[in-house]
Nanobody, 117 residues
Framework: QVQLVESGGGLVQAGASLRLSCAAS????????MGWFRQAPGKEREFVAAISMSGVTTNYADTVKGRFTISRDSARNTVYLQMNTLKPEDTAVYYC??????????WGHGTQVTVSS
């Protein structure tokens, strides 16, 4: 089991940038795929981005391609989500997850991102 803590959310204007961080505890971080989901008020939780345990492979939701970048820093046991050109529709609680080689997912408690127009 991996413990995850998200940070970096906030209130920004449309067009601004934010970088979210997800700090993982435990000795197995480097063996886990990592990623982000988000959930807006009244909406279902949706996939945002993911990165493989090696950091070589990434994938993104169509709605964020070209604007968001996921990365990981093994030395700091941290995964990041760089969010550029933010839009009001990006407003949501962003949740980090870690996926074990067995396919089980552990989740953080979320960080709020609010984008005003």
């Amino acid at each position: 089991q991996v413990q995850l803590v998200e940070s970096g959310g906030g209130l920004v204007q449309a067009g601004a940038s934010l970088r979210l961080s997800c700090a993982a505890s435990g000795r197995t971080f480097r063996r886990y795929g990592m990623g982000w989901f988000r959930q807006a008020p009244g909406k279902e939780r949706e996939f945002v981005a993911a990165i493989s345990m090696s950091g070589v492979t990434t994938n993104y939701a169509d709605t964020v391609k070209g604007r968001f970048t996921i990365s990981r820093d093994s030395a700091r046991n941290t995964v990041y989500l760089q969010m550029n050109t933010l839009k009001p529709e990006d407003t949501a609680v962003y949740y980090c997850y870690a996926e074990s080689p067995l396919g089980n997912r552990d989740w953080g408690h979320g960080t709020q991102v609010t984008v005003s127009s």
